[in-house]
């Protein structure tokens, strides 16, 4: 091979590779859901995953549950309690209904979890039942209040602890979704009130990525 050849073979192997590239690119940036519309949607993404302080706590089944556990399905963690006059019931039902709007790759995807702000009157047997008023596939945990109170503050949903001694008391909380992805780490967060349809449009494409 002469030099004018090999400098002739060398530039097109650069030029296929700009153009692999950039091919590689483009295609990657049309698989990415649009900020905007995840935005709209109430989907807020981290720049950067955030650790999920490692706790032990229980689910609905008295079963110990590490939140490393946290893994190989996106999750999506609701903070609320049994109790709750309003917003909870609200938003398990509404969570009940987008699972039936989203395409089933995606909700094979997917774990719904409440974990309970009130774990004084939220036993596991209590939690188990109240789920399954709404979707029995869904996930309750409870635990010392303390651990609650980290897990909460470590994903940046905290809570105002109740005064137990008050009757038929209620406890501050907040509405919105903490998103949790298949590595275990924080991804973001859905901001409240939720809007399935919006929702049902943006969540399939987050929901099929595997990391």
Request: charged share 25%; with cysteine; hydrophobic share 40%.
């Amino acid at each position: 091979m002469t030099r004018t050849q090999t400098t002739v073979f060398v530039l097109v192997a650069v030029i296929a590779l700009v153009l692999g590239l950039t091919v590689n690119k483009v295609l990657n940036s049309k698989a990415q859901a649009d900020p905007t519309k995840l935005l709209d949607a109430g989907i807020v993404l981290l720049p950067q995953g955030r650790d999920v302080p490692t706790l032990d706590l229980v689910d609905q089944n008295g079963k110990p549950f590490k939140t490393s556990q946290l893994k190989d399905k996106w999750s999506l963690l609701f903070f609320g309690y049994t109790f709750c006059p309003d917003i909870c019931p609200a938003t398990l039902a509404e969570l009940r209904e987008l699972k039936k709007m989203l395409p089933k790759e995606a909700v094979d995807n997917l774990r719904v979890v409440l974990v309970s702000v009130d774990p004084h009157r939220d036993t596991p047997e209590q939690l188990k039942k109240y789920l399954g008023y709404f979707d029995s596939s869904f996930t309750g945990l409870t635990g010392e209040e303390k651990t609650i109170e980290k897990l909460a503050n470590g994903v940046s949903i905290p809570f105002i602890p109740a005064d137990t001694n008050k009757p038929n008391y209620t406890v501050d909380h907040s509405g919105n979704l903490v998103i949790v992805g298949p590595d275990g780490r924080q991804r973001g967060f859905i901001r409240a009130p939720l809007n399935n349809q919006k929702l049902a449009a943006q969540l399939p494409e987050l929901l099929m990525q595997k990391d």
